[in-house]
């Protein structure tokens, strides 16, 4: 966990909690990435993809890995939710 978390901020500059590495798809996903995919149909490709939620818990939207976090896409988003 320590080797990712020292790879994202080398390479990615991250600012953000890095947790543990889990399962996201197959049998082994992590229940919410399994929730998602069902309830959603919104499966990550590729590492870094972003899921934002309402203050209530509520799936809102998501962007693909190339979707930098600090995105207008992204920020216009939160910005209606608050």
Do not use: M
């Not at 966990?1 to 994202?8: A, G, L, Q, S, W």
């Amino acid at each position: 966990d320590e080797d990712v978390k020292e790879f994202c901020l080398v390479n990615y500059n991250t600012k953000f909690i890095i947790s543990e590495i889990i399962s996201v798809k197959g049998a082994a996903a992590h229940p919410i990435y399994n929730w998602l995919s069902k309830t959603h149909r919104k499966t990550p490709k590729w590492n870094f993809y972003k899921y934002l939620f309402d203050g209530e818990g509520n799936f809102v939207e998501s962007w693909p890995s190339l979707t930098k976090p600090d995105s207008k896409k992204i920020t216009d988003q939160i910005d209606r939710l608050i």
